[in-house]
């Protein structure tokens, strides 16, 4: 409310009520317990029948790359622990890595608002927990499926441009917003100024959209399973453009998940 308390005003005169019976003082209820929500939530999710329409679209996506057993790069899924959402995208993710019979060990996940009950929560469900924000600048060493519901375009932007050469692009396939929007949503002249990577390669790219989830409208809106297909990679360079080194040190824990 934007007006000032002491100007506020009933609109008809105002008679005090009669003074309340004291209640008795409710215990506090104590909070679901996060892992109990992530089981439920998967478990409802499978149940449906929309994890196997969404994972069959990826099945399709991995028979065209020629990808076998990828491992899984979960970026800015926000907090599972504190967001219905982001526990929803994740169980969805952990859903389909068990259709798809992906162990959960090959699963790694960072976002900088992990708190220590996000890391907990994950580290039950068999999640590795990436410790350095590299601003979703991941260059992939193997065959690797991309989870980012939902992310800023910037960090589109970072994942394309790591992997953008002719060696690389290959081993992504990437779940995310449907970067061919950005085409039609953003002047020309921006995109290829302040995100050439998705202005260059976002019209070579295959898109599956995911269907509509019948238990939450917000989580999987505009999602996609999107690759770039073995017959347009010729419209890619050969190597990746010119970009600042990244900036994780040689050895780092991160390194080591996604090999370079």
Known sequence: MTANMSSFEYEAPFTPSRPKKKRKSRMPQDRPDPAVGLSNTIEELASSGWVNE?????????????????????????????SRDARTQLAFLLAACDDLTL???TVSAYDPVFTDEDDRLLATAGVQRLTENRSAAYPLGEPTIVYMPHCDL???????????????????LLIANRLSEY?????????????????????????????????????FNNLAVQFVPPETMTGV??????????????????????TT
């Open 237 to 258: 360079d050969a190597a990746a453009p010119n970009r600042p080194p990244s900036a994780a040190p040689a050895g780092s824990h991160d390194e080591a998940i996604i």
């Open 103 to 105: 162990e959960r060990s």
């Open 183 to 219: 085409l039609d949503s953003l002047p020309s002249h921006k995109l290829q100024a302040e995100y050439p990577c998705v202005a260059r390669l976002a019209p070579l790219l295959t898109s599956l959209p995911l269907p509509p989830c019948p238990s939450s409208v917000t989580a």
């Open 54 to 82: 969404c994972t069959q679209l990826v099945r399709d996506a991995l028979r065209v790359l020629a990808m076998q057993k990828p491992r899984v790069l979960c970026l800015g899924l926000g907090s599972p622990s504190s």
């Open 154 to 172: 910037p960090l589109y932007e970072n994942i394309m441009r790591e992997n953008s050469s002719r060696e690389r692009l290959p081993r992504l």
